[in-house]
């Protein structure tokens, strides 16, 4: 708020001087608004020079000064080789105009190229003091995975929060819809939960882009601007920044990658939540979310079952497991016996009915069953 304040005040000084001066020798008002207009683009051009790195400004710099000597040398050979008249003065000046120009751009994009740190001193830290923008998407805040990653301390660099998400975030938590509300009041949670995380440094920026309506073009012009990458879980967004050149970091491409790897063949096991869509299916989900069906498994709904992988599908959703379940296999192998001894105790002649404590008389066997489920 206080840099929008001493911009607006310097924008109005320049008017003001130029109204006094009256450089142009125009009326009062006219001359105002040159002076606006003036103060207006040199902020402008200010806010973009603070987004460039230093190598790009020291690029810049060193081709504007080379530039304009290699205009002086053109000036000189056009004032030896023309007379004196206007077509001299006004080729002159372009000449200049253009080589500054040329120097300024050319030496902005090569400024990359060189290396501050061996220049030691002030200079040395450039490298260690550039950051790493994040900026982050509408929604993946409103996801919540974010805080968790942050948490962990797997996110460097500064996260960046744009004005125009919070001001969208803040339209959902306002909405008239009950689902839409709890959406945007969790994401504003969430916001809460990032600026007390110690690892990561958050920063709201105020840029805006007026002539943008779309939220997704406004991040990606961001991007741009920051050269920073976009933190989101918006599958068009994702592919809209990658055709424009915009890193990105997809939350659910991660989380798929980080599910586990199942071969064909191991034993799993799984709790059967439901029936699946074909016939004598079951469904279940691990705790990732994976979706697992299982072959003959209908029965079993409601229940904790063992299972054998056949095989694994993995699509742009998530991934799929596809299993079996062998009743007899199960059935075989739950129930191991460990001992050859009897059950029960023999029954001595001469007495009838059941023994009172069969286990005084001898050792039953030592049987493993399955848990009740």
Not at 23 to 50: D, K, N, Y
Not at 104 to 122: P, T
Not at 243 to 255: D, Y
Request: proline content about 4%; some cysteine; charged content about 20%.
């Amino acid at each position: 708020m206080d840099v929008l304040l001493i911009r607006f005040l310097f924008v109005i000084i320049v008017g003001v001087i130029c109204s006094l001066i009256n450089p142009f020798g125009l009326a009062q008002i006219p001359t105002l608004a040159v002076g606006l207009v003036i103060g207006t683009a040199i902020i402008v051009f200010e806010w973009r020079l603070r987004a460039m790195s230093l190598k790009r400004l020291i690029g810049a710099a060193i081709g504007s000064v080379l530039g304009i000597f290699g205009a002086y040398l053109f000036a000189l050979v056009i004032r030896n080789s023309l007379p004196g008249s206007r077509v001299q003065s006004f080729l002159q000046i372009m000449v200049m105009l253009i080589m500054a120009y040329v120097g300024l751009a050319v030496g902005a994009n090569k400024g990359d190229l060189l290396n501050l740190a061996a220049l030691g001193g002030i200079f040395g830290g450039e490298k260690s003091g550039k950051k790493s923008y994040k900026i982050l998407d509408t929604s993946v805040i409103i996801d919540g995975r974010i805080a968790d990653i942050a948490e962990t301390g797997f996110l460097d660099g500064l996260i960046v929060i744009p004005q125009f998400v919070l001001r969208e975030l803040q339209l959902v938590a306002d909405s008239a819809d009950s689902l839409k509300r709890n959406r945007g009041r969790r994401g504003l949670d969430i916001l809460q939960r990032l600026q007390k995380t110690a690892s990561v440094q958050i920063q709201i920026v105020e840029d805006d882009f007026p002539s943008i309506r779309e939220v997704d073009m406004k991040l990606i012009e961001l991007a741009k601007l920051y050269e920073g990458k976009i933190l989101t879980n918006d599958f068009n967004l994702n592919k809209v920044a990658q055709l424009q050149g915009v890193a990105v970091l997809n939350i659910n491409e991660l989380a798929n990658s980080l599910k586990p790897i199942v071969l064909p063949g191991e034993v799993m096991r799984v709790f059967v939540l439901k029936e699946g869509k074909e016939y004598n299916q079951g469904v279940a989900y691990l705790d990732d979310g994976t979706m697992v069906v299982v072959d003959n498994a209908r029965k079993m709904i409601g229940k904790t079952i063992d299972i054998s992988v056949t095989s694994v599908l993995q699509t742009t959703a998530g991934k799929m497991i596809f299993g079996k379940w062998d009743e007899r296999g199960i059935s075989r192998h739950d129930i191991k016996v460990t001992s050859t001894a009897p059950l029960t105790a023999p029954v001595p002649s001469g007495i009838t009915g059941p023994p009172s404590d069969p286990a005084k008389k001898t050792a039953p066997a030592v049987v493993e069953r399955p848990a009740a489920d």
